[in-house]
Nanobody, 117 residues
Framework: QVQLVESGGGLVQPGGSLRLSCAAS????????MSWYRQAPGKQRELVAS????????TYADSVKGRFTISRDDAKNTVYLQMNSLKPEDTAVYYC??????????WGQGTQVTVSS
């Protein structure tokens, strides 16, 4: 059974940091590109960051470049999102996504991040 379980969300003040984790099981993690998406109330889900299979390349949304870092640990079947200098506009539900070139596509249940004073 495929599972992606996000954790690490919560309430943080502007300028603060959070580290999200996504633990994967039920598929061959190292063969998948992993991404973090987010969806704020009333808005479409958007791509935040991606890291390819093997971890050699990463991409970021312009709005988070220089503040967020995506990484993966294939030995632990886990992908991370380090979020620094958080802003109120980063408030959203953050989702983990796994995708393979052969078409498999999996989603986690999401974790809430709220940036507020």
């Amino acid at each position: 059974q495929v599972q992606l379980v996000e954790s690490g969300g919560g309430l943080v003040q502007p300028g603060g940091s959070l580290r999200l984790s996504c633990a994967a099981s039920g598929f061959t993690f190292r063969r998948y590109s992993m991404s973090w998406y987010r969806q704020a109330p009333g808005k479409q889900r958007e791509l935040v960051a991606s890291i390819i299979s093997g971890g050699g390349s990463t991409t970021y949304a312009d709005s988070v470049k220089g503040r967020f870092t995506i990484s993966r640990d294939d030995a632990k079947n886990t992908v991370y999102l380090q979020m620094n200098s958080l802003k109120p506009e980063d408030t959203a539900v953050y989702y983990c996504n796994a995708v393979r070139i052969t078409g498999q596509n999996y989603w986690g249940q999401g974790t809430q991040v709220t940036v507020s004073s």
